[in-house]
């Protein structure tokens, strides 16, 4: 907990210091354990309400896996380009059209 800071402090403000640092952890942690508490009851009432209605289980699992391919696709078509020499340069030509050829982006 030592740190340089404190070499050109009085003793009075080190603690200060030290106090105000333990209190501010001390915050944080209890934030932490709040927020931890709150996602677990959210988690919690979650699946009471995914358990008490599988059409709504089944609407939310096809949702995900839409996205997710709708996701693959769209990386699929800013990878798929015709005539790049490699991927990786496709994917900056996407992006940085204008750049191509002259600052190495293609």
Known sequence: MYNDEYDNLSFEEQLHLTESLIRQRHNQQMFLRRNAQLLQQELELEAELLKENP??????????????????????????????????????????AGLEGNYGVD
């Open 55 to 96: 059409e709504l289980a089944q609407m939310i699992h096809f949702l995900n896996m839409q996205e997710i391919q709708s996701n693959q696709q769209g990386l699929q078509n800013v990878l798929s380009s015709e005539g790049s020499p490699s991927k990786e340069q496709s994917v900056w030509s996407k992006f940085f």
